[in-house]
């Protein structure tokens, strides 16, 4: 469990943490795969969100993702991309969460993936949680946590330090 200061401190800018849909770079899963590799390497991201219908999230492409599909093991070349869209190479399992998101949640999935896609619950697309923001109020919160707060060890902790046999 979260207790009640650190989850203050840690939320106190929870607004900035979301990269909002408009600032967020994307492919659309029906596009060629040649174009989700120009977005990619143009954008500078080695992963981004795939959108489908009306803004919906479908999935995440990355730039391994289109190589792979270019190389062999003596060659690279654009051929093999031809007749191939977004939706052939796109990773589609992927964990979401919603608007209303718990700190316990982000702070778990944000471990595996260094950012996640906030969706409604028709899944459309409202941006991302990084972890580099996460990181940023994680930085705020060590170093305000004492500075406004008297933290002091539990009975049991303060007797070990203090070397008391009971
Ligand atoms: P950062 O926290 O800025 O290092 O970003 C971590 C990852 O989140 C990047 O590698 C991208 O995959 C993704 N990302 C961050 N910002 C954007 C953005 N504006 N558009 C698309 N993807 C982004």
């Not at 979301?18 to 060629?32: C, D, G, K, T």
């Not at 009306?54 to 993702?65: E, H, N």
């Not at 062999?72 to 399992?93: F, H, K, R, Y």
């Not at 906030?118 to 923001?133: M, P, Q």
């Amino acid at each position: 469990m979260i207790g009640p200061i650190v989850r203050e401190l840690l939320l106190q800018n929870r607004e900035t943490f979301l990269i909002s849909a408009e600032n967020v770079a994307n492919v659309m899963y029906q596009h060629p795969l040649s174009h989700g590799l120009l977005v990619l390497s143009k954008v500078g991201y080695t992963k981004i969100p795939v959108l489908g219908k009306d803004d919906r999230f479908v999935g995440l492409v990355s730039l391994s993702d289109v190589v792979n599909k270019m190389i062999d093991l003596q060659t690279i070349s654009m051929d093999p991309l031809e007749g191939l869209t977004v939706a052939d190479v796109m990773e589609t399992n992927v964990a979401t969460i919603d608007e209303n998101w718990e700190l316990e949640e982000v702070l778990h999935l944000l471990v595996d993936s260094p950012f996640l896609p906030v969706v409604t619950e028709d899944k459309v697309f409202k941006g991302i949680i990084t972890r580099k923001e996460l990181l940023k109020a994680v930085n705020y919160m060590v170093h305000e946590l004492e500075r406004r707060n008297i933290v002091s060890p539990k009975v049991e902790e303060l007797k070990e330090k203090l070397y008391i046999v009971s």
